[in-house]
């Protein structure tokens, strides 16, 4: 098991580009999980995702911020129009089976976002 | 609103001396506690969570509603524990978001 894939590993956007980083979850798992990471902070939830739906967004900034997982292929964290203050890490996580709460969850190596 | 505190950024200790990362949190309920470490170039993994009650690594850590903390331990850390500790928590009013501390820069030195 490959365990989850996020890529590009880094990635450099000059502003008002979009940005769009994919994640795909490992063998098995249905839900998907995205938090931020900046400078010198703790990870923060954005969205969790279901295959076809959003579970959950109340972690996404209401602009330029958007999330999918088709149902195939990788969930996708599109960001439009991208500022200074997007540059951070970019983690993603996935869990093998729904409960209510308390899923444990396995993260990817995290994308780098650099916004010139 | 749930939160979750690592009072130390840093935290350097002697190899074989007892370690203690310190994790508090707020919530009204019954959350699940989890601590999460981060070594050199490696992805964010699971080291142990309060529900399995296990000692992983040597590391325990025992929740105290109480004092609402789950603080991290080891009695005789190894230099193979320097990483990044985070301390995460999960509760039924949030569903299945992990809300996180900033976390503690553990190095153990030889």
């Known amino acids: 098991n490959a365990g989850v894939m996020q890529n590009p590993r880094h990635l450099v956007r000059r502003r008002g580009q979009e940005a769009r980083l994919r994640c795909s979850p490992m063998?098995?798992?249905?839900?998907v999980y995205w938090y931020r990471q900046l400078p010198e902070e703790g990870l923060k939830f954005m969205v969790y995702l279901q295959k076809e739906n959003i579970i959950d967004e109340s972690g996404m900034p209401k602009e330029r911020f958007s999330a999918e997982f088709p149902k195939e292929g990788p969930s996708i964290l599109r960001i439009q129009q991208v500022v200074r203050g997007d540059s951070a890490a970019y983690f993603c996580?996935?869990?093998?089976?729904?409960?209510?709460?308390?899923?444990?969850?396995?993260f990817g190596a995290g994308t780098r976002l650099s916004v010139l | 609103a749930q939160r979750v505190t690592q009072p130390e950024k840093l935290l350097s200790v002697f190899k074989g001396a007892p370690v203690e990362l310190k994790c508090n949190y707020s919530?009204?309920?019954?959350?699940?506690l989890f601590w999460y470490v981060q070594y050199s170039r490696q992805r964010l993994q699971l080291l142990l969570r309060?529900?399995s009650r296990e000692s992983i690594k040597g590391f325990t850590a025992d929740l105290n509603k109480g004092e609402t903390s789950f603080h991290l331990k080891k009695p005789f850390a190894q230099e193979e524990d320097s990483a990044m500790y985070y301390c995460?928590?999960?509760?039924?009013?949030?569903?299945?978001?992990?809300?996180f501390g900033e976390g503690t820069q553990l190095t153990v030195n030889p």
């Open positions: 309060h529900i």
């Open positions: 919530y009204s309920g019954s959350p699940e």
């Open positions: 996580a996935s869990s093998p089976v729904r409960r209510d709460w308390g899923n444990i969850q396995y």
């Open positions: 995460a928590l999960s509760g039924e009013t949030s569903g299945s978001r992990l809300t």
């Open positions: 063998k098995g798992h249905s839900h």
